[in-house]
């Protein structure tokens, strides 16, 4: 083996020896296990997101797969309907084109051409990371398969009642030109103002004074309404008052719905405008006038405002107003303001034609499927997240006003109005009603989660009844982002329980966020990213997938830094080094099973009950807790006793026996770590030819013999090594420095700490002495007592030297305590200093006393052995 572990020499190679070897794709053994990919968008560049979702993933996979399961692990892309409209857009910007200069046509086929010569880079960047799917099966959401599903849903749905067309409020996007539900919208707090407008009360000369943020719809007011039983207001209710600017009257009206406490308890009413204001506008039978157009300039009013953006058009109406005195007064308020998620321009609420999806009746075959526990989440804290959506859900707007996705499979008759919506298969001619062939094509696109929401049984081949649907659905588990909870996984559970009677995926894995080291969620505009294929370049895909896959429990946001991955790094080159250990050794391989001394039961108990644990919380989905017991188990049993033991080992009658059972362990070591690092356990498996084929089609450890007693007893050894390892630390005595110990078992123990002794003396780095029955010590020792035994180390010349140097730092820390502690008690510095200029020496006399606690306690350890 080379010298060193070299990511870019080995990973390439490593992956396409997977697929020449057919291992993404599933191999006829037990039970199957089915995983659907979540279709990335082929819109998307690997980002740290993706770097923990899908490695997470993949982790789960490897894991079955080495149970010896019927893995199909189904990937697939999404057209991401928004997103990649705007990519093309922008790339049509460059040559001086437009969307709607093109035409609808023209255009879809040049999103076709570019999703064909870039869509698929997403994928080969998951490759990088080591994401090994069952290619063959590779879908896409507009592929015909996923298509034909999605119109089947839409079309059952719709004769049960369940998708309706209707005018409501909509989230509208005045860059992307289309309606967005609320999961796709970014809420974010502003400071705005809230002014106070005087609306005179006709034949009165009073006025009710209102309160709004947004002062430009005004021109939209339908109504003023205040509470029923707001005091303030009770005369006035059933007047009629004036709206500024205008020579339009408007009622005053009551609503409970009005709060009492906001601005002066009376609000403006512009139903097409405002998803409350609509809502009261419904109950009292107010007729919207839309204001702001598509593209979120001003229509239908005064002709001064005609084709104002907002801005403007809130710029003049503020300036008449205070020409009118009618602007009474303003604030700073503090509210949301809501923005599209892709764009991140602001949202304009409006009044739009558009189709629903009713949510209430497939919400409650949700909860009962949930409460059956037909579905269970991971943590559990996530069923209570999962059934509060449930119960408070609200109908989904699923219509887009785009040109790139699935179009909405319904026809409007031009005579009579009546809409057609056929079987999938089908293209309506002549209308049902009035028999007329005016038919016109819904020209929206159905909203991208819609198909999606169909991913894990739209990829096996529903709604045909296929050999995939009855083998593989439905699918096993889930394994996602939380921050996608409602948008993507309640969505495939209500749709999969409505179109097939079946939960889509039994299990579901929730992972938390990617966070920079101190907290804070990575974004552009903080500039705290971190670009994974960067790291993947400086320190290997391995290196990335155990910063991220460990570290952490299940459901908690991950924290992401390079220190991180260099960590894993380091843990790679170490599982290459020992690993090479073993390649440098003169003996030919024995069988493992004739190693059988004391610590070689000892191991072989540590590697039987770290396979039964780490498969445990591997099925449980604690991937971190499980990475931790097996680095623990390979790192400081058997790199840092086993291995260390071996070089003198082999000199003795069994040392081939103890080679063979070192190959035989790290074998287990390598199948156990391979979800979590496979390039290099595979690049170590082919180096060393531990077993035939590959380690990705290896099987779980499952030793079937398990020595306790042994393992209590070298555990206890153990504890006896590391105190003698402090003594000497305690005493200044350099780790690779041999000492003499004095060691006094404890009564039942003598026979093994004497038979031992060896063992022990290598470990520590010592000579053992054996005190006799007196316990007989040094005059002058430093000592630890443990379970089996008492240690004890003569103070020399070096604990002297650690002495006098103790005693040399304990003078200069009480100085330099004492000048911090001189300042912080000054009344001046406390009044002109910063107040983190104090803050920080107030840590800083923290530290410095901690660190003369340590020094103090250290000093009595070395003088009480004097």
């Known amino acids: 083996m080379d010298s060193r572990y070299d990511p870019a020499e080995f990973e390439t190679k490593i992956y396409q020896l997977w697929l020449d070897h057919g291992v993404g794709r599933p191999r006829p053994g037990k039970e199957p296990f089915v995983l659907t990919m979540p279709p990335a968008n082929v819109t998307g560049n690997l980002h740290m997101g993706h770097a923990l979702t899908y490695p997470t993933q993949d982790a789960v996979v490897r894991f079955h797969r080495l149970l010896g399961e019927e893995v199909a692990y189904v990937p697939g892309t999404d057209h991401a309907g928004i997103a990649t409209q705007l990519v093309v857009e922008r790339e049509l910007k460059k040559e001086h084109l437009t969307r709607t200069g093109l035409g609808r046509e023209a255009f879809v086929q040049r999103v076709w051409q570019w999703r064909e010569q870039s869509g698929g880079q997403i994928l080969s960047q998951l490759r990088r990371l080591g994401v090994l799917a069952d290619w063959d099966r590779m879908a896409f959401t507009l592929d015909p398969g996923p298509s034909r599903a999605v119109r089947t849903f839409f079309q059952r749905a719709y004769h049960q009642g ?43 000369d009073q006025s009710i004074i209102v ?73 009292h039978q107010l007729t919207p006038m839309v204001v702001i157009d598509e593209d979120g300039k001003m229509v239908n009013v005064p002709h001064r405002f005609l084709g104002l953006t907002t801005a403007k058009a809130r710029e003049l109406v503020l300036e008449e107003l205070r020409a009118e005195g009618a602007l009474i007064g303003q604030a700073e308020h503090l509210h949301a303001v809501s923005h599209c998620e892709r764009c991140d321009t602001v949202i304009e609420p409006r009044l739009s034609e558009q189709w629903f999806l009713k949510m209430g009746p497939l919400a409650e075959q949700a909860l009962a499927a949930v409460a059956r526990g037909d579905v269970t989440f991971h943590p559990e804290r996530f069923t209570k997240i999962a059934n509060q959506w449930l119960e408070n859900i ?92 409602f948008f993507w996984v309640i969505r495939m559970l209500v749709a999969s329980l409505n179109l097939t009677d079946q939960v889509p995926f039994h299990q579901v894995m929730l992972h938390g966020l990617v966070r920079d080291k101190d907290g804070h969620k990575m974004s552009k505009t903080r500039g705290n990213g971190i670009d994974p294929l960067l790291m993947i370049d ?67 108990d540590c590697v039987a009950e770290t396979a039964e644990a780490a498969r445990t919380l ?91 007693r042994e393992r209590h007893e070298v555990d206890q050894l153990l504890d006896l090594v590391r105190a003698i390892r402090n003594l000497k630390a305690d005493a200044g005595e350099a780790a690779n420095r041999t000492v003499v110990v004095r060691l006094h078992a404890r009564g039942a123990h003598a026979a093994l700490v004497e038979a031992e002794t060896g ?56 100085d330099e305590i004492g000048r911090v502690e001189g300042r912080l008690k000054s009344p001046d510095f406390l009044a002109r200093a910063p107040k983190t200029v104090v803050d920080t020496e107030r840590s800083r006399l923290v530290e410095l006393s901690a660190r003369r606690e340590r020094a103090n306690v250290r000093r009595s350890l070395l003088q009480g052995g004097r």
């Open 538 to 604: 400086r320190h290997g895909a391995d290196a990335l997938r155990w910063s991220l896959l460990t570290g952490t429990t299940l459901g908690q946001d991950v924290r992401g830094s390079e220190a991180r991955v260099v960590e894993g790094r380091n843990f790679a080159n170490k599982i290459w080094n020992a690993s090479r250990l073993l390649t440098q050794q003169p003996s030919s391989l024995g069988d493992p099973a004739l190693a059988d001394r004391r610590i070689d039961r000892w191991l072989k």
């Open 759 to 814: 063992l022990i003396a290598h470990l520590a780095g010592c000579e053992v002495e054996l005190a006799g029955g007196d316990a007989s010590v040094w005059e002058k020792a430093l000592s630890a007592r443990t379970e089996v035994a008492d240690a004890y180390l003569r103070v020399g010349e070096a604990a002297e030297k650690e002495l006098v140097r103790l005693e040399r730092d304990l003078i200069a820390l009480d």
């Open 211 to 283: 309160a709004t943020t947004r002062p430009e719809t005004m021109l939209g007011d339908m109504a003023v309404v205040v509470h029923p039983d707001d005091p303030r207001h009770q005369a006035h209710i059933g007047q009629t008052v004036r709206l500024p600017l205008t020579e339009r009257t408007l009622p005053l009206i009551s609503d409970p719905a009005v709060d009492i406490d906001f601005g002066t308890g009376a609000v403006k009413v512009t139903p097409a405008h405002d998803a409350d204001d609509f809502a009261i506008g419904s109950r």
């Open 394 to 485: 609200h109908d989904w707007c699923i219509s887009r006003q785009l040109w790139w996705g699935h179009q909405i499979p319904a026809w409007y008759c031009a005579d009579c109005g009546e809409i057609a919506v056929p079987m999938a298969d089908e293209t309506p001619t002549s209308c049902a009603k009035c028999h007329g062939t005016r038919l016109a094509r819904d020209p929206d696109v159905l909203d991208t989660w819609f198909s999606s929401a169909l991913w894990p049984f739209s990829t096996l081949g529903w709604p045909e009844e296929t050999a995939d649907m009855a083998r593989y659905f439905p699918t096993q588990t889930l394994v996602t982002g939380s921050d996608i909870l």
């Open 162 to 204: 369940l998708i309706y067309r209707g005018a409501y409020i909509v989230n509208w996007c005045p860059r992307c030109r289309t309606a967005l539900s609320d999961l796709e919208v970014v809420h974010r707090e502003t400071k705005g103002i809230l002014w106070q407008i005087a609306y005179p009360v006709l034949n009165s």
């Open 618 to 708: 591997m099925l449980s989905y604690e991937l971190g807790a499980a990475a931790e017991r097996i680095q623990e188990l390979f790192w400081d049993r058997f790199c840092d006793v086993y291995l260390e033991t071996l070089k003198s080992r082999l000199k003795d009658g069994d040392g081939k026996a103890v080679l063979g059972l070192a190959h035989s362990v790290l074998a287990d070591c390598l199948i156990m770590l391979h979800p979590f690092v496979p390039f290099v356990t595979e690049a170590i498996w082919q180096e060393l030819a531990l077993g035939s084929g590959l380690v990705a089609t290896a099987l779980w450890p499952a030793p079937p013999v398990r020595y306790p």
